[in-house]
Structure formats: structure tokens, C-alpha cells
């Protein structure tokens, strides 16, 4: 079977290459993918930043889909040929500390799907059982593809975020990760705007418009928007999903005395003086990656349309071309391509 592999350690460097059909373990299921998602660390491997020289290459990659179990280990109880399943990618190792107490999103030792073994850009995918979820029959394929990052920006905004009923917020960054924890946090109640730079302009912030949110564009309209919304105030929580060093310092401007900042994106390294923040007593909080209950509540949330998977995804784009949706979305020309990997199929 093909599957879409880093092949080496420069950027770009994505091949169609050959994989044998795995056999599934004891406790596995073998998934045949139908639809997958391009993730922003997927665009991280295609960049070759340094958290992925880790990578055993060529790695089959992709992290984000959903398919059907057509065959299953001897062990497997929960699962049977013909259920629809996504899976959560980001594994702990079941043994250390973190994961004993239940906080295996920060597991000294997790392993990821599509970084540290062969990911879902190809046909079969073999996982183990416990690392399925059901999707329900009337939630389609394509749309529970985007269930793994919408569980991220549930953790984001229901586990790690106060956002409640009359609550002002600003997501900063319109990427998948932003367009995702506004739309969770709408559905918490919150009164969302998004903002977004420069190259957000053609496609990013239209698409928060589209998906019904207010949009900001940081350096042009950024204060009077905050006046405007809050009273001059504040915005009572401000969730950066920037990935960039900016996200956090303008988030700082933008929260209210006594209110809350969510890092979810890994924004690097910045230099800024912290006593404002004790004497405001802003909560910093971060949050990373998702667990099974955030994994739930996202099938539930793209379930009920309080998360719009059908506004919120891109088909243009083919695994057959992989370069056009990875140079796309560096880009900032489109926030979330879903690939139909049957065009894979032989
Ligand atoms: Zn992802
Ligand atoms: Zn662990």
C-alpha cells in the first residue's frame, strides 16, 4: 500500500512510499483510513522543526482521522469489523507517574502516532483498542476527521479555561487550533472574538467571520476593538493559539485586571516584565494535548454542530499533491485541508 512518508530530514521531503498491510496485535484493531486531516505539526514535520528529529525516517505521517475497523486482534472486545473509530494519537506510556494519576496528556514517555510510528496518510492503520473511540452513525467521516484537534481545544477551553455564560474572550490566532477553541468556548457561553495578523486576512479571518465570529487584525484595529467589546476593560480571558512569541505579550495587553491567559500554542521564547501580571493577578494557565474525555465531548460538540466541521474544513487539496495543502497552509491560504485517502487505495 502507498503511504505518505517524511523521507528526510530537510524541509519538504514528503514521498508516496510502499508499506506492507500491518497485522494487527493481540489488543489492536486495523483501521482502514477514509478521510485525515493536515495538522499544524504535521506542517511542523514538513518543515522539519526540531521537535521532530526525534523521527525514524521515512515515517508514514498524519495524526487526525477517521475510519473503519476491518479486522481485530484476539484480544480486541470493544471493537468489530465495520465500526467507524477515530483515534487518539498522542499515547502514554501507561506506567509513569503522570499517567498512574491520570494526567497522561503529560506522560514522561508518550509516543504519537504519525511522528513515532507510521501515521494515517495510507490505507490501514493498526491501533490498539484502547485507543478508540466509537463515532457515532450519524456524525460523517469527514467530519469526525477533525475530532482530535477539536479535543484539544475542548481540553483548551472546558478542562483548563473559566469561560462561562456573558464572558468576553479573545482567541488569538485563526489557525486550526484558534478556530476551533472559539467556536468550544461560543458554546461555553463566551462572547468570542478572533484575531489574526496580516496573512490571516485572505482566508483565515474570513473563515472566523464565516464560522460567526467577530474579527480583530493585531497593529491595526486591535485597541479600539477591545474598548469597543469590553468597555475598555479587558477581555476577560484571552486564549493564544499563536505558536508565536508575540501571542503572549499581546495577550497581556488585551486581558483584564483579574483575568485569565490560556497558552495553548507553543509560542517559543519572549522577554517581558512579569510585575504587571502579579499586580493584576492575572491566572496563566496553559494546557496541552487532549484525553479521553476531551475526545468525548469533541464528537459530541461536532455531533450537535456547536463545532461546524463542514464550515471548518478544506477538500480542495489531494494526498496525490500533498506539497499544494502543506505550501497552502504554511501560507496561511487555508486552516484545515482534509485529505479522502481512498485516493491512496491501489
Ligand atoms: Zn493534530
Ligand atoms: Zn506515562
Known sequence: MRGLAKVERTAGALELIDRERPTPAADEALVEVEYAGLCGSDAG???FESAFER???PNVIGHEYCGTVVETGEDVTEFAAGDRVVERPIRGCGECYQCRIGESNVCQDAVITGVDHDGAYERYIAVPEDALHPVPDDVRSKHAAVVEPTSIAARAVIENSRVGPGDRVLVEGPGPIGQLTAQVARAQGGDVVVSGVGPDTDYRLPLARELGFETVTVGEDMAEKRAE?????????????????????TAVEQVRKGGQIVLVGQT???TMPYSPLVRSEIDLQCSYASMYEDFERALRMIRSREVDAQTFIDDRFSLLDADEAFDAFVDGQTVKPVFDVSELYD
Not at 229 to 237: E, R, S
Open 55 to 57: 523521527m525514524d525516517l
Open 45 to 47: 514535520i514538513y518543515e
Open 268 to 270: 517559543g521564547e519572549t
Open 229 to 249: 467589546v469590553t468597555d475598555g476593560v479587558g477581555y476577560d480571558i484571552v486564549f493564544d493559539t499563536t505558536g508565536h512569541p508575540s501571542g503572549l505579550t
